[in-house]
């Protein structure tokens, strides 16, 4: 299952290397029309290799090509093109050879005035980059978020080194070169969004929202911060580096406390969820009586309970008379409506600590806790008479009005609950085989 913000980024997957492509070719054309500014925006900064941009062009057009599941014999060349550069460039810089000077073009611009050179910080993020789009076309969506997410740091803190003026930060990268990188590392990760990290970042759930925000704001506000103190750290450098410790310290935990009420928002919600799944699960969804299940697992505690305090328990067995006549002369509809009144009744003349509940059809089975034989005997009779006296409407003209036979019994100590409900159900059939409407004990 594809979560939304997942089909939003892979969405975003070839429009990202498009633009990656439009600002590496842009790098090119400052080259070919004499614009330096397109190729070092910076005067006197560092400057966008033409091999760089030839690299990051292939990779851009190749993600642009690049389809979920299915593979792209151009795209893969492309990506291959690219890594070869690289490498062929960490080679360079690691033995001090020329390899890559036959394949260079603009050679009079490169070595007049300061010399531009592919840095190793370039040729390292190029080279995973490719290794990621490669990845991702042969469907190693994993290793290309790992690879994808080591390219970003690249790009990442190159602007932390501008924005702050610590050249040491992005070293030879030019700024063109990060603006050409970053949407080519953004495509290459989106598209692997739907598998490892990214796929719980993305989620809609609330890990995947929480996460989202304190990505965001993890980054910003501690780059605001550090750039706004930076503006100002002439005078009192210590003052301020312990001011931004202090608002950091102060963003985490504000940080830490949203993700909290955030977690305690869903986890509400995830308890309010469970009553309710635990309530249709223990309960008859047309009474709203407990269910046999509720029953029995009440009945166990209620038998626990008398067997260690030698309490009386008795219960009950309730059954509809001609409830069959009642459906086939009214219909279901009918009958269901005679089952909720009964219900309803039930409830008005059992007391609180009994436990009524539809054991199924027309059949109720009553539990009684600290009652005795002869009191739950009284009780059924009280309850059969409030029944036998209720006005049913919609059954208006039937020659059998809506009764109820009821079959009582008392549990005996060191005797399984089955067996009560055996002698209820004995003394019920003796009550509808006696002439219904009426209550009849369980033999001792």
């Not at 603006?179 to 796929?199: E, H, K, Q």
């Not at 909290?260 to 969820?273: F, H, K, L, N, T």
Request: charged share 15%; aromatic share 6%; with cysteine.
């Amino acid at each position: 299952m594809q979560f939304p913000h997942i089909r939003w980024a892979l969405t975003l997957v070839s429009p990202l290397g498009l633009t990656s492509a439009l600002f590496a070719s842009l790098i090119l054309a400052g080259y070919i029309a004499g614009v330096e500014a397109l190729y070092r925006p910076l005067s006197g900064g560092p400057a966008s290799h033409p091999l760089t941009a030839l690299a990051l062009a292939c990779l851009g057009i190749g993600l642009a090509l690049w389809r979920l599941r299915q593979s792209s014999a151009a795209a893969l060349t492309l990506a291959q093109v690219a890594l070869a550069i690289a490498l062929l460039r960490l080679v360079e810089l690691a033995l001090d050879l020329d390899l890559l000077v036959v394949i260079t073009p603009f050679q009079t611009t490169l070595t007049a005035g300061k010399p531009i050179l592919m840095g190793v910080n370039t040729a390292i993020m190029t080279a995973v980059l490719a290794a990621a789009l490669i990845a991702d076309i042969k469907h190693r969506l994993l290793t290309a978020q790992a690879l994808a997410f080591v390219a970003l740091g690249f790009p990442l803190v190159s602007i932390t080194g501008y924005a702050y003026g610590v050249d040491k930060f992005h070293g030879q990268m030019a700024l063109t070169t990060v603006v050409a990188a970053l949407p080519l590392g953004y495509g290459v990760l989106f598209a692997s969004a739907n598998r490892g990290i990214l796929r719980s970042i993305l989620s809609p759930w609330v890990g995947g929202r929480i996460a989202r925000v304190q990505i965001l704001l993890g980054y910003m506000v501690p780059f605001v911060i550090g750039y706004l103190l930076i503006l100002v750290a002439a005078n009192n450098p210590r003052e301020l580096f312990g001011l931004f410790v202090v608002m950091v310290s102060a963003f985490i935990s504000g940080l830490v406390a949203f993700s909290a009420v955030m977690q305690e928002r869903i986890d509400q919600s995830r308890r309010g969820a469970e009553r309710r799944l635990s309530f249709a699960a223990n309960r008859d969804p047309l009474t709203q009586l407990p269910n046999r299940r509720m029953l029995l697992d009440h009945a166990e505690r209620e038998l626990e309970r008398a067997q260690r305090n030698g309490s009386p328990l008795s219960v009950l067995m309730l059954d509809i008379d001609h409830f069959k006549h009642i459906n086939d002369s009214f219909g279901h509809a009918v009958g269901d409506l005679v089952l909720q009144r009964i219900a309803e009744l039930m409830r008005t003349v059992l007391r609180k600590q009994d436990l009524p509940a539809r054991f199924g059809g027309e059949e109720f089975v009553v539990l009684l806790p600290d009652t005795s034989p002869e009191g739950a005997a009284q009780l059924a009779e009280k309850l059969r008479q409030r029944i036998a006296a209720e006005p049913f409407s919609p059954l208006e003209g039937c020659s059998h009005p809506v009764t109820v036979s009821i079959g009582c019994a008392a549990h005996i100590l060191g005797a399984q609950f089955h067996q009560a409900l055996d002698q209820a159900d004995t003394a019920l059939y003796r009550a509808k085989t006696g002439g219904r409407n009426r209550v009849e004990m369980a033999f001792a």
